[in-house]
């Protein structure tokens, strides 16, 4: 009886994870999108000089700088934002399975998926 009680619950716990992943995937999309095309609007008729190398500007290279250069309306920013999308999806997928790991009590998995986000968070510190 208890199994069919898990099966139900995992059941649930699947369908809401596809809709997180299907939704978290489709909204970085349209971002990345629409900021494709107010950078395109903004810079399209710009040729661009492949003789100098011009690094990624500061400002793009930290969360707080891509979201100040998205909500001026730059078009790198809004790209850069749906970027950032699209990374903190699947870290959202763990971050949700912990907690329904914790709701089923099953601690094995909960440690072993915090494990997991530990790892993530870590290589997107930079490994330091």
């Known amino acids: ?3 069919k009680k898990h099966a139900i619950s995992d059941e ?10 299907r939704v978290g995937v489709a909204i970085s999309s349209v971002t ?8 395109l609007m903004r810079h399209g008729g710009e040729s661009p000089g492949y003789h100098i190398f011009v690094g990624e500007p500061a400002q793009f290279r930290t969360i707080p700088g891509a979201a100040k ?3 001026a309306f730059y078009g790198r920013g809004i790209i850069q934002l749906g970027l950032l999308l699209l990374i ?3 870290i959202m997928r763990v ?15 909960v440690g072993v998926t915090l494990i997991v986000l530990c790892v ?3 290589s997107l510190a930079g490994g330091r």
């Open 32 to 39: 990345v999108f629409c900021g494709g095309v107010v950078y």
């Open 12 to 21: 649930k716990i699947d369908g809401i994870i596809s809709i997180l992943l």
């Open 120 to 122: 993530l968070l870590f």
């Open 69 to 71: 250069m998205a909500e």
């Open 1 to 3: 009886m208890t199994e």
């Open 88 to 90: 903190a999806t699947p």
């Open 95 to 109: 971050v949700f399975t912990v907690f329904s790991f914790l709701f089923q009590k099953d601690r094995v998995y």
